[in-house]
C-alpha cells in the first residue's frame, strides 16, 4: 500500500469521503474552532462532531489543541505534497457541496469562542 508520511493514502481518502467530514475541514480552513462552536454551526450532535473530528484527527488532517476542559481544532500543516494537494483540491472542490455555503452563513453569524468562556 502506498504510504505517505506514515499515513496511507487509503485513510486520507476516507477522511475526504464523508460530508460532515468535509464540512469541518471548511469551517476549520482560515480559523481553530472549539467542538462546541463545531456543534453549533454544523447542527450535529457533539458525540458526531467529536466522532468525525477524531477520524481526521487519526488522518492527519486536523490538531487539537487543549486548554482547560476544552478542545480547540485546526488543521493540520500539510505534512508532504500528497497531503498539500488534496487540500488545494477541497478548496477548490467546496462549491460542490451545497451545505458548506448555509455553514458559513451559520458561521458568520455564531458567537464562536462564548461557549468556552
Known amino acids: ?3 505517505t ?3 496511507p493514502v487509503d485513510r486520507l481518502f476516507r477522511a475526504f469521503s464523508d460530508r460532515t467530514r468535509l464540512r469541518i475541514l471548511h469551517l476549520l480552513k482560515n480559523e481553530e474552532l472549539c467542538v462546541c462552536d463545531l456543534v453549533s ?5 457533539q458525540p458526531t462532531a467529536s466522532r468525525h473530528l477524531g477520524y481526521l484527527r487519526r488522518a492527519g488532517l486536523v490538531r487539537v489543541r487543549k486548554e482547560r476542559s476544552w478542545n480547540y481544532y485546526s488543521l493540520a500543516e500539510p ?4 497531503h498539500a494537494k488534496l487540500l488545494e483540491c477541497l478548496g477548490s472542490c467546496f462549491a460542490e457541496v451545497p451545505e458548506l455555503g448555509r455553514d458559513t452563513a451559520r458561521r ?6 462564548k461557549c468556552c468562556d
Open 5 to 7: 508520511s506514515r499515513l
Open 1 to 3: 500500500m502506498l504510504q
Open 79 to 82: 505534512r508532504n505534497s500528497f
Open 41 to 45: 454551526i454544523l447542527r450535529v450532535p
Open 108 to 113: 458568520a453569524r455564531a458567537r464562536v469562542g
